[in-house]
């Protein structure tokens, strides 16, 4: 059988459409399939992503707030310890009143008393210096422990607060007279610890009475005695 041009144009024609066709289903529509199921997976990957980057950016808010938390808790037993650490509040007192140039002349401990969140012990406060040097002090003495622009916590030394101020102006004697505007100052000053380890404290009673100006003679010989241990007097 002999076929003729048309015959074979035609069959031509259905052999390129077959061929194509075969392609197309044995070879372009599974390729498309599986671009579509890894564009699929793709989707699913950077939903799995995203999730984790949004766990992730959760984890490292809570681990900050909480390293911030910590150190403000450090800061805050700095401020308020859990004991009354009366020593190292002298020793304060002893650095602060060196930074405003008067002389600390002695420390007597009173009562400690609890309130429901926090313990105040109560330290008589002896300075002497010049009127603003004694004000700079108690400046000082108020800014331990302030806020800052944040409302946190600032702390560079304990939480201190000032009660009652008495203060006279000293004139010397005639061997060794006071400068101008020299004033001795007493200071009822609290210093404060955390109430819900601290205990009542009553001042220690001495053996057999001692007289106000023995009492503070021995503030003094002590506070020379930390003096002495820690390099000097200021």
């Not at 372009?28 to 939903?47: I, N």
Request: aromatic share 4%.
């Amino acid at each position: 059988m002999t076929l003729n041009k048309r015959d074979k144009l035609l069959l031509s024609v259905l052999a390129a459409v077959a061929a194509i066709g075969g392609l197309y289903w044995f070879v372009v529509k599974p390729a498309k399939a599986d671009a579509q199921a890894k564009r699929d997976q793709l989707s699913m990957v950077q939903s799995d992503n995203a999730n984790l980057q949004d766990q992730l950016t959760r984890l490292t808010k809570q681990q900050t707030g909480a390293q911030d938390r910590m150190i403000d808790a450090f800061a805050m037993s700095k401020a308020v310890p859990a004991r009354p650490q009366v020593d190292t509040a002298i020793v304060q007192l002893q650095s602060l009143a060196k930074q405003s140039n008067v002389t600390l002349m002695g420390v007597r401990t009173s009562a400690t008393t609890v309130y429901p969140n926090i313990a105040a012990t109560e330290l008589s406060v002896v300075v002497k210096g010049r009127y603003f040097d004694v004000d700079d002090f108690m400046f000082r003495l108020h800014r331990q422990v302030t806020l800052d622009e944040r409302s946190a916590p600032r702390v560079e030394g304990r939480l201190f607060a000032t009660k009652a101020v008495d203060m006279d102006l000293t004139t010397g004697d005639s061997e060794d007279p006071a400068p101008a505007g020299t004033v001795e100052t007493e200071l009822k000053v609290l210093v404060f610890t955390d109430g819900g380890t601290a205990t009542p404290v009553a001042a220690p009673s001495a053996p057999a009475p001692m007289s106000p100006k023995a009492a503070e003679q021995k503030s003094i010989n002590a506070i020379n005695a930390t003096n002495n241990s820690a390099g000097g007097t200021p």
